[in-house]
């Protein structure tokens, strides 16, 4: 059974900086992809940032430049790291992990830039 639990987020003001991350349960190596998503009140939810079990990543243009996705096998952990944070970046942000024809979803973390 796959669980997925993510932590980081908070209340944080424009043009600063936060890192969420994921923690699975089993081998993240066992996942194709894992990423992180976000949907904001009223929004349609979004990719932000994936990353292929070799490494390659892919972003959404909104965040490129700002957002980095990277992973720690040995800690199964997935992480997010988020600069120059800007209001439109306010979000329920949830991970996600794809495995064969299955998808797998943690509850999500509340990330709001404001100040």
């Known amino acids: 059974q796959v669980q997925l639990v993510e932590s980081g987020g908070g209340l944080v003001q424009p043009g600063g900086s936060l890192r969420l991350s994921c923690a699975a349960s089993?081998?993240?190596?066992?996942?194709?992809?894992m990423g992180w998503y976000r949907q904001a009140p009223g929004k349609q939810r979004e990719l932000v940032a994936a990353?292929?079990?070799?490494?390659?990543?892919n972003y959404a243009d909104s965040v490129k430049g700002r957002f980095t996705i990277s992973k720690d096998n040995a800690k199964n952990t997935v992480y997010l790291q988020m600069n120059s944070l800007k209001p439109e970046d306010t979000a329920v942000y949830s991970c996600?992990?794809?495995?064969?024809?299955?998808?797998?979803w943690g509850k999500g973390t509340l990330v709001t830039v404001s100040s």
């Open positions: 990353i292929r079990t070799g490494g390659s990543t």
């Open positions: 996600n992990a794809r495995q064969r024809l299955m998808d797998y």
């Open positions: 089993g081998s993240i190596l066992s996942f194709n992809t």
